[in-house]
């Protein structure tokens, strides 16, 4: 039985791992801090996580507790990280320290343990590119710098004369969040000691994932629960912009899946890996469908705000993906979506996305 260690492996995202992996025969031990944000006040371990799964409680900034994790474990999946793009801006010291320092931890520990450690992924973020890649009026590949304040105060949210376009892992990274620069450390991070010690290691730059358990307890969590909640709550999903920029979202089982295919696969080397549907659709259209779904009479509330920071439009270029690990996506989003509301309506119909607007506003970053 192989051992595998999973930080964060709690979370909306880890908990679909740590169970898949369990199903899959590795002897898996998690360590989490069972974050309030994410988990509640209570801070309990979620109940579907399976019996038999190794749960620690604890920081993974705690060097001494992860070393002796690691020691114990040939395989790393590190998914523990502060999440949340808006929030990074004005919660600077606790993502740098959660996000830089914890992966710094961690990768001594691993060091330390440098002749058994056999594998290393990492969860990291699309957040990392800034604006995704586009094609100019001459139809070159282009990546315009990022978007001009004044001109989105006058509800100008386009590029002029540029066309979106499926974004590749060699985009030259343009990250606009601290959350964004930690992600882009770690990669960085980790692939040097992978390389250095002949570690494969791979790196999972996510798009926007989405699923049953989200934390719906984090006013921060993914547009796709926001819009949901709101709905469920008999009010307008809040759309921020037109609702036209582009995204990539992809099914939580579907992303779990490609965790267990990479520790599965036998590849060399370090890899930067797109983990996304291949897929594109526009906010406003993701809001339109809840709405079709949950038989919701209203329409979208289109605010023409913007959030300082946003990007317009980024979705995934998957080819790479598929020839390393040889995964890809099984659940269409109208799939995904079935799911995720199925989940939705048993559990949670409060309207949590007013929290996060008013922190938004409050630091100057809602416009």
Same mark, same amino acid.
């Given at each position: 039985m192989k051992n595998i260690l999973i930080t964060g492996g709690a979370g909306f995202i880890g908990n679909y791992v740590s169970n898949f992996a369990n199903k899959k025969g590795y002897n898996v031990t998690i360590l989490d801090n069972l974050d309030k944000q994410v988990h509640g006040e209570k801070q309990l371990w979620p109940d579907y996580l399976h019996k038999d799964i190794n749960k620690v409680f604890g920081d993974v900034r705690d060097s001494k507790l992860v070393?002796?994790?690691?020691?114990?474990?040939e395989y790393i999946i590190h998914l523990a990280s502060a999440v949340g793009v808006g929030q990074s801006m004005y919660e600077v010291e606790h993502y740098t320290s959660? %996000?830089?320092l914890g992966t710094g931890v961690l990768l001594q520990a691993i060091v330390n343990n440098k002749n !058994?450690?056999?594998?290393?992924?990492?969860? !990291?973020s699309m957040s990392v590119y800034g604006e995704g890649s586009y094609l100019? %009026?001459?139809g070159n590949i282009s990546f315009p710098e990022e978007r001009n304040e004044r001109d989105m105060i006058k509800s100008s949210w386009d590029f002029d004369g540029y066309t979106p376009i499926p974004t590749k892992e060699e985009k030259p990274l343009k990250p606009s969040s601290i959350y964004a620069l930690n992600k882009r450390e770690q990669e960085e991070n980790c692939l040097c000691i992978g390389k250095t010690y002949n570690i494969p290691t791979l790196a999972f730059r996510m798009f926007n994932v989405y699923g049953p358990y989200q934390a719906l307890s984090n006013p921060y969590t993914g547009v796709v629960a926001i819009f949901s909640s709101r709905i469920l709550s008999n009010k307008p999903p809040i759309i921020y912009e037109d609702g036209?920029?582009?995204?990539? +979202?992809?099914?939580?089982?579907d992303v779990a899946k490609a965790y267990i295919d990479g520790l599965e696969t036998d590849f060399e080397g370090q890899h930067i890996l797109n983990l996304g549907s291949g897929e594109q659709i526009n906010i406003y259209n993701v809001a339109e469908e809840l709405s079709k779904?949950?038989?919701?009479? *209203?329409?979208?509330?289109? !605010? %023409?705000? +913007?959030r300082s920071g946003d990007i317009r439009n980024c979705? *995934?270029?998957?080819? @790479?993906?598929k020839e390393v690990i040889g995964w890809e996506p @099984?659940? !269409?989003? %109208?799939? *995904?979506?079935?799911k995720l509301l199925n989940w939705l309506v048993n559990v949670q119909k409060d309207d949590l996305g007013s929290d996060a607007s008013n922190d938004l506003e409050k630091f100057g970053l809602l416009k």
């Amino acid at each position: 039985m192989k051992n595998i260690l999973i930080t964060g492996g709690a979370g909306f995202i880890g908990n679909y791992v740590s169970n898949f992996a369990n199903k899959k025969g590795y002897n898996v031990t998690i360590l989490d801090n069972l974050d309030k944000q994410v988990h509640g006040e209570k801070q309990l371990w979620p109940d579907y996580l399976h019996k038999d799964i190794n749960k620690v409680f604890g920081d993974v900034r705690d060097s001494k507790l992860v070393n002796e994790l690691v020691e114990k474990n040939e395989y790393i999946i590190h998914l523990a990280s502060a999440v949340g793009v808006g929030q990074s801006m004005y919660e600077v010291e606790h993502y740098t320290s959660v %996000n830089s320092l914890g992966t710094g931890v961690l990768l001594q520990a691993i060091v330390n343990n440098k002749n !058994s450690v056999k594998k290393l992924i990492l969860a !990291s973020s699309m957040s990392v590119y800034g604006e995704g890649s586009y094609l100019d %009026n001459k139809g070159n590949i282009s990546f315009p710098e990022e978007r001009n304040e004044r001109d989105m105060i006058k509800s100008s949210w386009d590029f002029d004369g540029y066309t979106p376009i499926p974004t590749k892992e060699e985009k030259p990274l343009k990250p606009s969040s601290i959350y964004a620069l930690n992600k882009r450390e770690q990669e960085e991070n980790c692939l040097c000691i992978g390389k250095t010690y002949n570690i494969p290691t791979l790196a999972f730059r996510m798009f926007n994932v989405y699923g049953p358990y989200q934390a719906l307890s984090n006013p921060y969590t993914g547009v796709v629960a926001i819009f949901s909640s709101r709905i469920l709550s008999n009010k307008p999903p809040i759309i921020y912009e037109d609702g036209l920029q582009m995204r990539d +979202f992809v099914y939580v089982e579907d992303v779990a899946k490609a965790y267990i295919d990479g520790l599965e696969t036998d590849f060399e080397g370090q890899h930067i890996l797109n983990l996304g549907s291949g897929e594109q659709i526009n906010i406003y259209n993701v809001a339109e469908e809840l709405s079709k779904i949950l038989q919701f009479d *209203g329409k979208p509330e289109v !605010s %023409n705000k +913007f959030r300082s920071g946003d990007i317009r439009n980024c979705f *995934g270029d998957i080819t @790479k993906i598929k020839e390393v690990i040889g995964w890809e996506p @099984k659940h !269409s989003m %109208n799939e *995904g979506m079935k799911k995720l509301l199925n989940w939705l309506v048993n559990v949670q119909k409060d309207d949590l996305g007013s929290d996060a607007s008013n922190d938004l506003e409050k630091f100057g970053l809602l416009k």
